[in-house]
C-alpha cells in the first residue's frame, strides 16, 4: 500500500461535505449557515457541537476538540490520517492513486506487511490450540478461567495458549508456507546456530498486543508451568513492527470508552486490564511493567489528556514511578492517583467487586496526584528529619515546575506550600531556579520547539497573570480569516503601505525577529513564513483546516469558530458590523497590540537579567538594551492609543 498522492487527497477533499459525513455519528440540526447538535465525545445534555460547511470544519465546546472533516474521523473512529481519507474515499466512490515507491521502500513495506501477516497467523493459532486442542483447554482455558476471565472476555481480548513443544509453532508456520526469516524476525521463533527455529513461547498463556488500529505487533507470554526456570512473563522483542515504548496494551480495546469518558486508567499489567474491563471500568490500559514513555503518553493524549493511576501498596514501586509520572505533567496532562488496600492490585480489587461498586471505589478514593505524591514522601515521619525535609520539598518541586500550565503550576505550588509547611514565597524562588536551569539546560529535547525558546524570557517569575494568549490569538484569528484580504496603513517611514495583511504583517514580524510564544501558534506562523518567504505565497485557512496534523487543524478550527459567532443573531433582530469595513485598521491594531506585548516581554526578561549582573561592562550594556526596548514599547503604546 503506498502513499496516496496529492492529487488524489485534494478529490477526496473536495468532494467530502463535512456536515454530511458527521450526519452519520451525530444528530445535527441547521442553525442559520452552521449545525448544531449533542457532542459525539462527550456525554452532554445541552448541545454545544457545531458544524460549518462554509469553512469545512466542526467545533466541539464540550469537549475542545475541532478540525476538518479528516480530523473529525481521526479523533471518533480513532483512525490514522491515511485510513481517515480512504474511508472518505470509499464513502464518495473516489479512485485511490498511489504514488510510485522506490524498490528499497517496497522492500521495507512489504517485509513489514510479512511479519504483520505472521503475527496474525500466530494470533489465530494459539486462540485454535486454547480452544480446540486438548491440552490447550487444559492448561491454557483453565488458566484463565481461574483468572475469573469470562469466555466472552477471553475471545474481545483474543487470548490464546502456545502448546508445549519447542517447534510446534514453527512447524505450523512452515506447513502454512511463511518464510523462515519472518517468522524469526517477528520473535515468535529463535533461530539456532544450525539454522532450525525453536519456539520463544512454549507452553506459555498467550496475550496478543495490538496497534491502536488493531493489528497485532506482538504477544506477551505467561509461563504456566510451576516448575520452570524461566521468567514469568515474557514478551515480543523489539522488531520493525513491535516497539514497546509506542504502544499501551488495551488502548486499542480501550480507545472509545476513554475518549467517552475523557479518562485513562493506568495499570501495570495484562491481567489488571483484562479484570478491570471485565468488571466494568473500559477505559483502563497498561504499560506493561515498563517505565512511562513520552510515545506511550502521546498515544493516550490523542484521546483525554486525564489520567488516574491505581497504584498497590508497594511503597517502593510507587516512588520509583513518580520520575515516570513527570513526563505525564510536562506533557500538560491532568493526573490523579488511587491508592488501593494493602495487599490488593487492580486484578483482585476488580475480582472482589461489581461494576457499580468498583466505580464508586474509584471516584471515592481518587486523588490529585501531586498531593498523593506529598503523602507518600512525607508517611513515616520522613519530612521530620531537615535534610530529608529539603530533600521532599524539592523533589515535589521538580514535579509543579514540569506542569505547563501556570495557572495550575500556582494552585499546586500554593497546596504543596500548605502541606509541607513552607511559606510559598520560598517554594516560588526555588520553583523559578529550577524551571531556569532546565530551560537553560535543556535545548527541545524533543523536538516540540525551536532553539530560540531556550532563552532566559522564558524564565518564569514568582506568580504573575496568565499570559495574554489571546492577543496572540487575535493575529492568528487575521491571518487566517483576512490573511489575503488587501488593507494598508502608513509605515515607519510615514509611506502608504498596501498589500496583502498577512503579507504586511509576516513581513513586520520577521524583520523585528518577533515569534509567537504559543506552541501551536509558533507552529502555524512558521509554516506560513516559511511558504512566504520562500514562495511569496500566503496559506489560506483550508490548507490548515486541512493539515496532516490534527493539532494544526485543531488550531485551525478555533482560530476559525467561536461559539457566539455560530449564534443566527438575525433572528433576533440583533445585526453585527462587517470586521472587514475597517478591516485595514483591525489588522493594524492587532499587530500593534502583538509587538506591545512581545515587548513588554524583552522588558521583564531584561529587568530580570539587569539584577544578576555583577560585571559593569556587561550591566552598562544591558541597561543601553533595556532603554531601547523601553523606547520601543512606549512608541508602540503611543500609536496605539491614536488607532484605538
Known amino acids: 500500500m503506498g502513499l496516496i498522492s496529492p492529487t488524489t487527497i485534494d478529490r477526496i477533499l473536495d468532494a467530502a461535505r463535512i456536515e454530511e459525513v458527521v450526519g452519520e455519528f451525530a444528530t445535527l440540526k441547521r442553525s442559520g449557515s452552521s449545525f448544531r447538535g449533542l457532542s459525539p465525545f462527550t456525554q452532554e445534555k445541552t448541545p454545544s457541537f457545531y458544524v460549518v460547511p462554509s469553512k469545512g470544519i466542526f467545533k466541539c465546546f464540550s469537549s475542545g476538540k475541532g478540525g476538518s472533516v479528516v480530523t473529525f474521523l481521526m479523533e471518533h473512529e480513532k483512525l490514522t490520517y491515511p485510513d481517515a481519507l480512504r474511508w472518505l474515499a470509499k464513502k464518495y466512490s473516489i479512485e485511490i492513486e498511489e504514488e510510485e515507491t522506490s524498490p528499497e521502500q517496497e522492500a521495507v513495506r512489504d517485509r513489514r506487511e510479512s511479519m504483520f501477516a505472521v503475527n496474525a497467523f500466530a494470533l489465530k493459532q494459539f486462540s485454535e490450540w486454547m480452544w480446540n486442542d486438548d491440552q490447550g483447554r487444559a492448561v491454557g482455558l483453565a488458566y484463565f478461567k481461574e483468572r475469573g476471565f469470562s469466555e466472552e472476555t477471553i475471545r474481545k481480548f483474543e487470548l490464546g495458549f502456545h502448546l508445549d513443544g519447542r517447534n510446534s509453532f514453527a512447524k505450523s508456520a512452515e506447513k502454512e508456507r511463511f518464510l523462515p526469516e519472518f517468522v524469526e524476525a517477528t520473535g515468535l521463533c ?91 471500568v473500559h477505559n483502563v490500559v497498561s504499560s506493561s511493567g515498563t517505565s512511562l514513555t513520552l510515545e506511550q503518553i502521546r498515544l493516550v493524549k490523542r484521546l483525554t489528556e486525564h489520567v488516574t493511576l491505581l497504584y498497590d501498596g508497594d511503597k517502593a514501586g510507587i516512588k520509583a514511578s513518580f520520575r515516570g509520572i513527570d513526563l505525564l505533567l510536562e506533557e500538560g496532562m491532568y493526573v490523579r492517583a488511587v491508592p488501593l488496600p494493602a495487599g490488593e492490585d487492580p486484578d483482585s480489587l476488580a475480582r472482589s467487586m461489581d461494576a457499580e461498586s468498583l466505580n464508586t471505589f474509584l471516584a471515592a478514593n481518587e486523588v490529585d496526584f501531586m498531593r498523593f505524591k506529598v503523602e507518600a514522601l512525607t508517611e513515616d ?82 506568580p504573575q497573570a496568565p499570559r495574554p494568549l489571546a492577543v496572540e490569538e487575535a493575529l492568528v484569528r487575521v491571518l487566517l480569516q483576512f490573511g489575503s484580504a488587501r488593507v494598508k496603513w502608513n509605515g515607519p517611514d510615514g509611506l502608504e503601505q498596501e498589500d496583502a495583511s498577512a503579507a504586511l504583517i509576516l513581513d513586520d514580524l520577521s524583520a523585528d525577529e518577533l515569534e509567537f510564544s504559543h506552541l501551536p501558534f509558533q507552529a502555524l506562523y512558521a509554516e506560513m513564513l516559511a511558504v512566504w518567504q520562500s514562495e511569496e505565497r500566503i496559506l489560506g485557512p483550508e490548507h490548515f483546516v486541512r493539515h496532516a496534523d490534527p493539532s494544526m487543524a485543531l488550531t485551525a478550527a478555533e482560530c476559525l469558530t467561536e461559539r457566539h459567532q455560530l449564534a443566527n443573531w438575525s433572528r433576533k433582530n440583533i445585526y453585527i458590523g462587517e470586521l472587514e469595513d475597517q478591516l485595514s485598521l483591525h489588522v493594524y491594531e492587532c499587530l500593534l497590540r502583538f509587538k506591545e506585548y512581545r515587548l513588554e516581554d524583552r522588558i521583564k526578561t531584561a529587568l530580570v537579567e539587569l539584577s544578576t549582573l555583577t560585571d559593569e561592562d556587561a550591566r552598562d550594556a544591558k541597561l543601553v538594551e533595556f532603554m531601547r526596548i523601553q523606547t520601543l514599547r512606549n512608541s508602540l503604546r503611543a500609536e496605539l492609543q491614536r488607532v484605538v
Open 381 to 462: 515521619g520522613a519530612d521530620q528529619d531537615p535534610i530529608r525535609r529539603a530533600e521532599i520539598v524539592r523533589d515535589v518541586l521538580q514535579s509543579v515546575a514540569k506542569i505547563p500550565n501556570a495557572i495550575l503550576r500556582e494552585v499546586y505550588l500554593r497546596d504543596s506550600a500548605q502541606r509541607l509547611g513552607m511559606e510559598e514565597r520560598s517554594l516560588y524562588a526555588e520553583m523559578d531556579r529550577i524551571r531556569g536551569a532546565e530551560l537553560r539546560n535543556n535545548a527541545p529535547r524533543r523536538g516540540d520547539q525551536d532553539s530560540s525558546n531556550d532563552s532566559p524570557s522564558m524564565v518564569l517569575q514568582p
Open 190 to 280: 529463535i533461530k539456532r546456530e544450525s539454522g532450525d527455529l525453536i519456539d520463544r513461547f512454549w507452553g506459555r498463556a498467550m496475550f496478543p498486543i495490538h496497534s491502536l488500529s488493531g493489528r497485532v505487533v506482538g504477544f506477551g507470554g505467561r509461563v504456566l508451568r510451576n516448575d520452570a526456570k524461566t521468567a514469568k512473563y515474557l514478551n515480543s522483542p523489539e522488531s520493525e513492527v513491535y516497539h514497546k515504548s509506542q504502544v499501551l496494551y488495551g488502548l486499542f480495546q480501550a480507545k472509545q470508552a476513554i475518549s467517552r469518558a475523557n479518562k485513562v486508567y493506568l495499570v501495570e499489567g495484562y491481567t489488571d486490564v483484562i479484570s478491570m474491563h471485565q468488571a466494568g
